[in-house]
């Protein structure tokens, strides 16, 4: 049972270089998520879907584009990667209809220098 | 604007001490309110509470919701170094369309000393 995979587990890019965060799930979940830890201030939202084809808008999406063209996969892309965005980027998934708890993946710790 | 607040932002206690962390929220469109605990990478789940007054128990660890108030507590009793990590609150809000976010806390981080 590989739950919710994120890969790479660490990255450092150069300001200005793009880069895409990968996130797969393998439980059927409806709805997948990425946030953002940084130091003090808990997991803020970037993006959101709640299915295929469908993505919104979370607490702090600039800079971050995602799309979601099947149920298992929800990548994070960096257009132009800026040092504020060094941080730690959880993806989670969960079953919508369900119950609320999300399921994390184990984190992409990424530094842009 | 949504917000959740946890208290305190640090703790550090002895071995078999009891502990209370505190999650307080002001948001719209509640639906659940949930606990998590991390330790060096991904949150890890422990209770999700939608009706006030009715304790969530895990071993040592227990869980209430006032949904009047509007604020939750955490209970650990007989604390071990084990439970050593940031414990997250988070609340669901409704968003539209059947869907949801989830607004954390900025944790409480615990740590048990021997």
């Known amino acids: 049972n590989a739950g919710v995979t994120q890969t790479p587990k660490f990255q450092v890019l150069k300001t200005g270089q793009s880069m895409t965060l990968q996130c797969a799930q393998d439980?059927?979940?409806?709805?997948m998520s990425w946030y953002r830890q940084d130091p003090g201030m808990g997991l803020r939202l970037i993006h959101y879907?709640?299915?295929?084809?469908?993505?919104d808008q979370g607490e702090v999406p600039n800079g971050y584009n995602v799309s979601r063209s099947t149920t298992e996969d929800f990548p994070l892309r960096l257009l132009s990667a800026a040092p504020s965005q060094t941080s730690v980027y959880f993806c989670?998934?969960?079953?919508?209809?369900?119950?609320?708890?999300?399921?994390f993946g184990q984190g992409t710790r990424l530094t842009v220098v | 604007e949504d917000k959740v607040v946890q208290s305190p932002l640090s703790l550090v206690v002895h071995e078999g001490d009891t502990v209370t962390l505190n999650c307080s929220y002001e948001?719209?469109?509640?639906?659940?309110l949930l606990w998590y605990k991390q330790e060096k990478k991904a949150p890890t789940f422990l209770f999700m509470l939608?009706?006030?007054?009715i304790e969530k128990k895990s071993g040592r660890l227990s869980s209430i919701l006032d949904k009047k108030e509007l604020f939750s507590i955490l209970n650990i009793t007989a604390t071990q170094t084990g439970d050593s990590a940031v414990y997250l609150c988070?609340?669901?809000?409704?968003?539209?369309?059947?869907?949801?976010?989830?607004?954390f806390g900025k944790g409480t981080k615990l740590s048990v000393i021997p």
């Open positions: 989670a998934s969960s079953d919508r209809g369900r119950n609320t708890e999300a399921f």
């Open positions: 439980m059927n979940h409806e709805y």
């Open positions: 879907s709640v299915g295929a084809g469908i993505t």
């Open positions: 948001v719209t469109n509640f639906r659940s």
């Open positions: 939608t009706s006030s007054g």
């Open positions: 988070a609340v669901a809000l409704y968003s539209g369309a059947g869907s949801y976010q989830l607004t």
